[in-house]
C-alpha cells in the first residue's frame, strides 16, 4: 500500500485482488457446464462471494474515500455514477443467474450460462475501466487536495468499520494477488502492528 508519494496507495492491492477475482470467476463462468445443475451451482456460490465483495468495496470507496475526492468534483460525480451504474449491471446478473439455476432444462440452462458469461465479461470489461479511472484519475485527486494524513485516516477508518471476517477475506485477496515482495511488505507492516 505503498505509492510514491507520502500518501498510502488506498487502491493498489484491494484493486489487484477485486481483478484477480473477476478474471477467475470469467473464467468459470466459461468453462461451466450448464447442464451440470452442481456446476452451475458452484458458479452461483461463487459469484455470489465475488459480488458481495465488489458492493462492499463501492460503498466503502463512498462512505470514506468519495468525501474526500468533494474537493475534485467532477471526478467525484464520475465515480458516483460509475457506482450506480455498477450497482444496476450486478442486479441484472444476479436475475440472470438466479434464472439460470431455477431452469430444469438442461439445454436452456447451457444457453443462459453463455449469456451469463458474455453479461459478466462486459461487466467486468467496464469494471476494470472504473478501476482504472480510480487509479489515475482519483489517486492523483488525493494527492493533489488532500495530506497524507487525512487519507491514511480515511483508510484507517475504513479498516475500523469492516468485521474481523471483512478484514481477513480482503487481506487474503490481495495477498493472492500481490508479488512476492508486495506479499512481504504487506505482512511485514502487519506483524510491526500487531495485525498479523
Not at 142 to 168: G, I, N, Y
Not at 178 to 196: I, Q
Amino acid at each position: 500500500m505503498t505509492s510514491s508519494s507520502a500518501h498510502p496507495d488506498i487502491y493498489a492491492g484491494i484493486h489487484k485482488a477485486l481483478r484477480r477475482r473477476l478474471f477467475s470467476l470469467c473464467t468459470q463462468a466459461g468453462t461451466t457446464d450448464g447442464a451440470d445443475a452442481f456446476a452451475v451451482e458452484a458458479l452461483a456460490h461463487a459469484a455470489e462471494g465475488v459480488f458481495a465483495s465488489l458492493r462492499a468495496h463501492g460503498e466503502h470507496e463512498e462512505r470514506f474515500f468519495h468525501p474526500l475526492l468533494a474537493r475534485d468534483g467532477q471526478v467525484r460525480a464520475s465515480l458516483d455514477d460509475a457506482h450506480v451504474q455498477h450497482e444496476a449491471a450486478l442486479s441484472g446478473l444476479e436475475q440472470r443467474l438466479a434464472q439460470v439455476s431455477a431452469e430444469s432444462d438442461a439445454e436452456r440452462r447451457r444457453e443462459w450460462v453463455q449469456g451469463f458469461y458474455l453479461e459478466l465479461c462486459a461487466f467486468t470489461g467496464d469494471f476494470l475501466l472504473h478501476l482504472d479511472e480510480e487509479e489515475r484519475r482519483a489517486f492523483p485527486v488525493l494527492v493533489a487536495h488532500c495530506t497524507a494524513d487525512e487519507v491514511s485516516e480515511a483508510h484507517r477508518a475504513l479498516l475500523a468499520a469492516m468485521s474481523p471476517e471483512e478484514r481477513t477475506r480482503d487481506l487474503l485477496s490481495i495477498l493472492e494477488a500481490s508479488s512476492p515482495d508486495e506479499a512481504a511488505f504487506l505482512l511485514d507492516v502487519l506483524a510491526r502492528s500487531g495485525s498479523a
